[in-house]
């Protein structure tokens, strides 16, 4: 899972993202095929999911994020080499499950969301040492999830101060 020799332009939104239930999850339920800032439309799309995971327990919520990152692992990957891409802008599976895990043990309430939000956002974008070099030296499914994992464990350890703070 490499640079393709035939790649497609990354900015293309390729028609199977609605036909293809891989490529629809993948582009975060379309999120990804908006045109501006895609990877903050999957951050937004990964919310609602939220307030449903902090009905489990605290093992189930972890469990579900070991299950959606080693999905991502594989799901990520499939799509880019379908797609030819190594990492299309409009795949965002990777931002939802950074978001998740920033959330992960936080209360319960809007502007703990909105916080989230911002600050996994912040190190999304921002990619502190070592998030830039994993971004730019690791490649494939795992290359594409990895730094947006590494995001959302800065952003939650950035988090988990906050409630420290605050609660």
Known sequence: ???????????????????????FLAFGFGSGTLPKAPG?????VA???????????????????????????WLCGKVADDLRVHDHEGIVWDEMVGMWITLWLVPEGWYWLL???????????????PIRWIDRQVHGGV?????????????????????????
């Open 115 to 129: 916080t989230g939000f911002l600050v996994f956002r912040f190190f999304d974008i921002l990619k502190p040492w």
């Open 143 to 167: 290359g594409i999830m990895l730094d947006d994992v590494l995001a959302g464990v800065f952003a939650w350890l950035a988090m988990q101060g906050l409630v420290w703070c605050f609660t």
């Open 1 to 23: 899972m490499t640079d393709h020799p035939n790649q497609v332009p990354a900015e293309f939104v390729p028609p199977s993202v609605w036909r293809n239930p891989w490529h």
């Open 47 to 73: 919310l609602p999911f939220i307030p449903l995971w902090q009905m489990l327990p605290d093992w189930g919520y972890w469990l579900m994020l070991g299950i959606t990152m080693l999905f991502g692992f």
């Open 40 to 44: 903050t439309w999957g951050s937004l």
